[in-house]
């Protein structure tokens, strides 16, 4: 899959990518937002296994933002199951050196239009740490809405802190009952 947003796009995995997403993806700055299941160090092992991972799901769901020469972050959802089934939770990080490049706020709106014109969902999630300002802004910019904010709820980097819960919604075609 390949979807150009601007100079950058929204691509599939490949294995050319290691190198790029261990420079980029070994940052403490970018680990601090992210869940633990992001990795720090993360190391060409860690960075293998990942796109391993991404190139064999079915549907594909995570996806390498890059520029023309190498990735340079990434994107995906998690799709829930179970009473969930129509939901998923968007994650995504950016290379520091393209910080406030207004890159994610494209990148987020464009993939969630993707998964909502081809995944069989109608709610899409994000959860954001309180101190993390500018994914709060991206998820707005790209029409997101707050829906909460739980206090206390997570751990990271051995402080307990609040996550705020984002969320845009697309019943297109959908209407209220859904027969799964």
Same mark, same amino acid.
């Given at each position: 899959?390949?979807?150009?947003?601007?100079?950058?796009?929204?691509?599939?995995?490949?294995?050319n990518d290691i190198p790029a997403l261990v420079r980029y993806g070994n940052n403490r700055n970018i680990w601090i937002n992210l869940t633990d299941r992001f990795p720090f160090p993360y190391t060409e092992a860690k960075a293998s296994d990942w796109i391993n991972f991404a190139k064999n799901q079915n549907p594909e769901t995570n996806f390498a933002i890059s520029n023309e020469n190498?990735?340079?972050?990434?994107?995906?959802?998690?799709?829930?199951?179970?009473?969930?089934r129509m939901s998923g939770d968007l994650g995504f990080w950016l290379g520091e050196p393209f910080w406030g490049k207004g890159i994610?706020?494209? %990148?987020?709106?464009?993939?969630?239009?993707?998964?909502?014109?081809?995944?069989?969902?109608?709610?899409?999630? %994000?959860?954001?740490f309180e101190w993390n300002k500018a994914s709060i802004r991206v998820l707005e910019k790209a029409g997101f809405t707050q829906e909460g904010h739980l206090r206390k709820s997570v751990i990271k980097?051995?402080?307990?802190?609040?996550?705020f819960v984002f969320a845009k919604i697309n019943m297109r075609g959908m209407g209220s009952q859904v027969s799964v």
């Open positions: 899959m390949k979807i150009n947003i601007g100079e950058w796009q929204i691509r599939s995995y490949s294995v190498e990735l340079i972050g990434g994107i995906g959802i998690e799709l829930k199951n179970d009473v969930y994610m706020p494209m %990148a987020v709106k464009t993939i969630s239009e993707h998964f909502f014109n081809n995944l069989n969902i109608c709610r899409i999630a %994000a959860f954001v980097d051995n402080q307990i802190i609040d996550m």
